[in-house]
Nanobody
Framework: VQLQASGGGLVQAGDSLRLSCAAS??????????MGWFRQRPGSEREFLAT????????YIADSVRNRFTISRDNDKNLVYLEINNLKPGDTAAYFC????????????????WGPGTQVTVSS
């Protein structure tokens, strides 16, 4: 499984942004995988944000961002999305998508596949 996140950039506080993560798979189907989003600020550990099961019917969002972040997926297009509303300077980070065969999990070490991050920079 290869993952590629996109949609980051320089935005202003209060803006909204939708990050996308495209999955490339050779011998399996996208819906087998639980997908997650994480972010990492310079000098900090990777932070869990959101996860969604393969069917898309169940999600879990970190408490710290629950009122502003939404995760969704399109299994026909092998895409998972992270929508971020009311961006704050504290959201500045590299955002990563990841895939796992575990059920919903917030633990980074449970995710077997990671894509390169997409940078989000929020100016005040």
């Amino acid at each position: 499984v290869q993952l590629q996140a996109s949609g980051g950039g320089l935005v202003q506080a209060g803006d909204s942004l939708r990050l996308s993560c495209a999955a490339s798979l050779r011998t399996t189907t996208f819906s087998r995988y639980t997908m997650g989003w994480f972010r990492q600020r310079p000098g900090s550990e990777r932070e869990f944000l959101a996860t969604i099961i393969g069917s898309g019917r169940s999600t879990y969002i970190a408490d710290s961002v629950r009122n502003r972040f939404t995760i969704s997926r399109d299994n026909d297009k092998n895409l998972v999305y992270l929508e971020i509303n009311n961006l704050k300077p504290g959201d500045t980070a590299a955002y990563f998508c990841a895939a796992t065969t575990y059920p919903l999990t917030t633990t980074a070490n449970d995710y077997e596949y990671w894509g390169p991050g997409t940078q989000v920079t929020v100016s005040s």
